[in-house]
């Protein structure tokens, strides 16, 4: 009975924190299960509603998202830090993808509204400047760290 009681604590605790979370991403405005893009579970991004290793898109390892489920730093796609996605495991300037800055996502190290791409705005994530319901790119089922957004932009646009 007291161990029963140690494993359910523990189950509890697990799920509080998020070990059992998992963050499921849908097409445009959709919450469908057949409008599964990917799925965030664990710091890894997976293919549709998919949990096997072989369809790992990409994974999280601090402020670094790696290619599929390497650990080499040679696979690292991008590295985050202050609200700028520089490419690979850069910090030079030059190197800014994209700068994330109040929900917006703005091409390069620019923060000027003609430069944003993507805005989001709770768990729905549209295109440009909009707010239409038309234009949602994609919609989460839960809230993400800076990070994990990465990694699911990448899946989405790159893999998807």
Avoid: H, P
Avoid at 12 to 21: D, E, R
Wanted: some cysteine; hydrophobic content about 35%; proline content about 0%.
């Amino acid at each position: 009975m007291k161990f029963q009681r140690i494993i359910l604590t523990a189950l509890f605790c697990l799920a509080f924190v998020g070990g059992f979370a998992q963050v499921k991403v849908y097409k445009g405005n959709s919450s469908y299960t057949s409008d599964v893009i990917c799925n965030l579970k664990d710091n890894k991004v997976y293919k549709g509603n998919s949990l096997y290793l072989s369809d790992v898109l990409c994974r999280i390892d601090d402020n670094k998202v790696y290619k599929g489920n390497s650990s080499y730093s040679s696979d690292i796609l991008f590295t985050i830090r202050d609200g700028k996605v520089y490419r690979g495991s850069s910090s030079y300037s030059s190197d800014v993808v994209f700068t994330i800055r109040d929900g917006k996502l703005y091409k390069g190290n620019s923060t000027y509204t003609s430069d944003i791409f993507a805005n989001k705005k709770g768990l729905k994530v549209y295109k440009n400047t909009s707010s239409y319901t038309s234009d949602v790119d994609f919609t989460l089922s839960d809230n993400v760290t800076i990070e994990q957004f990465v990694a699911i932009w990448y899946a989405v646009k790159y893999c998807w």
